[in-house]
């Protein structure tokens, strides 16, 4: 990393791996809401979808959550 960017002070472990984690959590609550029916609406900027596939997607992150405990 100093050889590419010799001024700075950002290291590779704790800086980019804390971004990676965080990432793959991220990247994962949008594939389990988008394989639950989820969509995103770009004119609001919102998600877009029912009540129902809402309930579905938080039941299916606590379920998984629990999972990795």
Same mark, same amino acid.
């Given at each position: 990393?100093?050889?590419a960017f010799?001024?700075?002070d950002l290291l590779a472990t704790p800086h980019?791996? !804390?971004?990676i984690t965080s990432w793959k959590k991220s990247y994962g609550n949008i594939v389990t809401a988008q394989s639950s029916g989820v969509g995103f609406?770009?004119?609001t !900027?919102?998600?877009?979808c029912t009540d129902e596939?809402?309930?579905a997607t938080v039941r299916?992150?606590?379920?998984?959550?629990?999972?990795?405990d």
């Open positions: 990393m100093k050889v010799p001024n700075t980019i791996t !804390s971004k609406n770009t004119t !900027s919102e998600l877009d596939q809402w309930d299916v992150r606590l379920i998984l959550r629990d999972k990795d």
